[in-house]
């Protein structure tokens, strides 16, 4: 029982301190508001001077998005109404090449329903998705695309990044996209406080402390209260009790 205490503390430390780590490196340099970017000047490879960042007008390609979500039953199919966890979708500059494509598509036929599947633009190129909570069901992932005024959120790619089965979803929509130097924008996110970040990665790292210490102050103790192998040949503390020690001391030989 108080190993298993033990092993809690540890681990919840190190949730902690974790997390606070993460805070630490994306807020690093923040400033007290977001600073506002083009999303153009993204995609050509320049990097904010911040992580905090907003921009405006924007092209959302939800046909992309990949999501977690909690399967309501075991090995059942995908429902409607299964949570989601969280979703990334690819975002382009209104000047991306794809986006500009698709507006010269619409001039010339007046709307995009009306032209021909085979005159339609590849998405080959990508530099950010946005990871959002704001979807809270299979349902409410939306499909297609859609422009949006603005955007507001952190950069976390040095802790967040698409996981293996991730990128193979988005590769079966997107096969000629290079993933490497994909930015993650998480929707929402605010630096944390140095302060408060400093104060928990101290509070985690004290713990995992704590735990270790006294795992191994229970282990010591559990070996100073075994008893040692009666080896008369080995002594511990002066000569080895006799038959006449023993029936004299009903009470344990060691203590």
Not at 65 to 71: I, L, P, R, T, W
């Amino acid at each position: 029982m108080v190993m298993r205490l033990i092993m809690l503390a540890v681990i919840a430390g190190g949730f902690v301190a974790w997390g606070a780590w993460q805070d630490i490196a994306v807020s690093e340099g923040a400033t007290d508001e977001p600073i506002p970017i083009q999303l153009v000047e993204l995609e050509r490879g320049d990097v904010p001077a911040t992580n905090w960042i907003t921009m405006g007008e924007h092209f959302r390609a939800y046909w992309g998005a990949v999501f977690q979500y909690q399967e309501s039953s075991r090995g059942g199919e995908m429902k409607d109404t299964d949570k989601v966890d969280y979703t990334y979708y690819p975002v382009l500059s209104m000047d991306h090449p794809y986006v500009t494509a698709l507006a010269a598509l619409e001039e010339r036929y007046g709307t995009l329903s009306e032209a021909p599947d085979e005159e339609f633009p590849e998405l080959t190129s990508v530099s950010l998705f946005v990871r959002t909570t704001e979807f809270k069901t299979v349902a409410a992932v939306p499909e297609g695309f859609a422009i949006e005024p603005g955007l507001t959120g952190m950069l976390v790619t040095e802790i967040q990044s698409l996981d293996e089965e991730e990128e193979e979803l988005v590769r079966d929509v997107f096969p000629d996209i290079d993933l490497a130097d994909v930015a993650i924008l998480e929707e929402g996110r605010e630096p944390a406080s140095t302060e408060s970040a400093y104060g928990r990665l101290t509070g985690g790292i004290a713990a995992i402390l704590a735990g270790i210490g006294g795992g191994l102050r229970s282990l010591r103790k559990k070996q100073d209260g075994d008893p040692p192998t009666n080896d008369p040949g080995m002594p511990m503390g002066g000569p080895p009790p006799t038959s006449v020690d023993a029936a004299n001391h009903p009470g344990p030989l060691y203590k």
